[in-house]
């Protein structure tokens, strides 16, 4: 069986590691080209768009491709309309991972925002220290709000123009554990953490410890998704569905 696998997530690589040890999956992982250097793939992988829905519709039926997996990130939007689309027209098998959200709990001090403008508010007119980890694309609502001092935390450094006049970069990639959360943190002296809510357990700790702290979050929401109609919520359930269609085509 031929998969191809649209990926930049945990889950993506998960997935295609569990596929590269099972000899009647081929699969490819595809890349945005998001990130400068991509996690290393255990499996053969490509960088680049494909040219919008029916470019990657085409791609399914040239590779002569039985699946698709959409394993995008919560907050890649335009990629998760266009797969659906491309396996709606190519007629390719389809399932989407859709990894939960995060939830507010006790001891939580959320503010839920609908877009990064309305994050860059949330802040208030009082400076505050604010760790920003919301990735190097998104930094142009925070120009607005240069009374804060801002410590942005992504895989790859912003480029100096993109950030507000008082901010340092920290180019790190997860995942993150609490101990470490909390003594940057405290090393910096947050008193807000800007985040998406990207969902799983790889950035999951700055939460954790922001609760342990007393620190407040401000919760970005996630862009509106696909009315779809398979979906997994982790790599494993998305392993089972492809075991499933195997065998499917196996006694077909
Ligand atoms: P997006 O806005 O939904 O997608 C923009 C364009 O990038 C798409 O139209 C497509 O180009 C191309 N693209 C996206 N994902 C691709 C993939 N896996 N393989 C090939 N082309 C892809 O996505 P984004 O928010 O810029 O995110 C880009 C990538 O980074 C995604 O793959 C996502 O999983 C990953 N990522 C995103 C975030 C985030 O916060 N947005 C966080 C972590 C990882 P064409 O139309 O030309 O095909």
């Known amino acids: 069986m031929r998969v191809l696998i649209l990926g930049g997530t945990t889950e993506a690589t998960a997935l295609s590691l569990a596929l590269s040890k099972d000899q009647r999956f081929e699969t490819l992982l595809s890349y945005a080209g998001a990130t400068r250097a991509p996690r290393p793939a255990p499996t053969p992988w490509r960088v680049g768009g494909f040219g919008g829905a029916e470019g990657l519709a085409r791609f399914l039926t040239a590779g002569g491709y039985n ?51 309305a994050a860059a508010l949330a802040l208030g007119l009082e400076r505050k220290r604010v760790l920003l980890t919301i990735g190097q694309k998104d930094l142009a609502a925070f120009l607005a709000a240069p009374q804060h001092a801002y410590v942005v935390r992504s895989v790859d450094p912003p480029a100096p123009e993109t950030l507000p006049p008082d901010a340092i970069s920290l180019p790190l990639r997860g995942p993150f554990v609490l101990g470490d959360e909390i003594a940057l943190l405290r090393a910096q002296q947050i008193a807000v953490i800007v985040t998406k809510n990207s969902g799983g357990k790889a950035t999951e700790a700055k939460l954790i410890a922001a609760r342990q702290l007393g620190i407040a979050v401000v919760m970005v929401e996630r862009p509106a998704r696909p009315n779809w109609r398979v979906t997994a919520e982790d790599a494993q359930s998305a392993l089972a569905w492809l075991h499933q269609i195997a065998s499917t085509e196996r006694g077909a």
């Open 67 to 117: 699946a698709l997996i959409d394993a995008t990130h919560p907050f890649a939007a335009k990629m998760k309309h266009n797969a659906i689309e491309a396996a709606r027209l190519s007629g390719v098998a389809f399932l989407a991972i859709d990894r939960p959200a995060w939830k507010m709990g006790s001891g939580d001090a959320w503010t839920m925002v609908p877009s990064m403008s």
